[in-house]
């Protein structure tokens, strides 16, 4: 049980950082453009398009994370039964 904890909340991080990392990016571009190296529009517009596409990608994998969390097993197998052919 243990581990799966140590999985799960290494998983959950990931994605609050993807998350965290998105919100930032698209709060810099929309706030402080001026601050970004390349000031092309393309650059602008595929800049923010990256930090859109990573947002959603965290929140659903959030998402996914919890439905799975939720369908695991409370406890692990922590003994092998004793009638096993081997």
């Known amino acids: 049980m243990k581990m799966k904890n140590k999985l799960y909340e290494m998983l959950k ?15 810099l571009l929309s706030n402080n453009a001026a ?11 595929d800049n923010a398009n990256e930090a859109l596409t990573m947002l959603t990608d965290g ?6 994370l919890e439905v799975w969390n939720d369908e695991q097993p409370s406890a692990l197998i922590t ?5 096993l052919p081997f």
């Not at 929140?59 to 996914?64: G, I, M, N, S, V």
């Not at 003994?79 to 009638?83: A, I, L, S, T, W």
């Open 13 to 27: 991080a990931d994605c609050m950082s993807q998350i965290t990392k998105a919100e930032l990016t698209l709060d």
């Open 35 to 45: 601050g970004i190296g390349d000031h092309s529009t393309k650059d602008f517009y």
């Open 59 to 64: 929140k659903d994998r959030l998402a996914t």
């Open 79 to 83: 003994e092998v039964p004793d009638d």
